[in-house]
């Protein structure tokens, strides 16, 4: 296989996965276009101050690199080119995209509010410091794991 059938096959995957998977997801959700975003219906210039979509998507796409989009294919590839393939493709459109795509759908509908303000709202001061300390421990342990696994692999 060329490495130009494999961005083909890939590029197809993901226009199916956008498309259907996609529009699954949204029905799922019951988004509306006609709703505005926390965006434009909070906008006070500071907080709220609605993005350009070329900025938008490049925040997006930078926030997404984290350990499984980096750390699976590089495991994966041990086994050779394949199943790092499969990796990419499988993990970015039913594990990634799905995440990402969940945490915006839970933002918009909060106002705009992060995780952390969600579970302090829902579980109460004591969940939000939990989860917190979870989180930068999580953190450090990804990276720690990250670093281990890179340097291992090469």
Not at 18 to 25: N, S, T, W
Not at 70 to 86: R, T
Request: hydrophobic share 50%; aromatic share 14%; charged share 15%.
């Amino acid at each position: 296989m060329t490495v130009s059938g494999l961005i083909g096959i890939g590029i197809v995957i993901f226009l199916g996965a956008y498309i259907f998977y996609g529009r699954y997801l949204t029905q799922y959700f019951r988004l509306d276009d006609s709703n505005e975003t926390p965006a434009h219906r909070l906008r006070d210039g500071v907080d709220y101050v609605p993005g350009r979509l070329s900025v938008i998507m490049g925040h997006h796409f930078a926030s997404i690199a984290g350990a499984g989009p980096i750390v699976g294919p590089v495991l994966a590839v041990k086994y050779g080119w394949l199943p790092a393939f499969i990796w990419i493709l499988v993990g970015c459109v039913f594990v990634g995209a799905v995440h990402d795509f969940t945490s915006l759908v839970a933002s918009l509908r909060h106002d705009g509010r992060s995780i952390g303000e969600l579970v302090e709202r829902f579980i109460g001061r004591r969940g939000k410091l939990l989860f917190a300390g979870f989180t930068f421990f999580a953190l450090i342990l990804v990276v720690a794991v990250f670093a281990n696994v890179v340097a291992k692999t090469f």
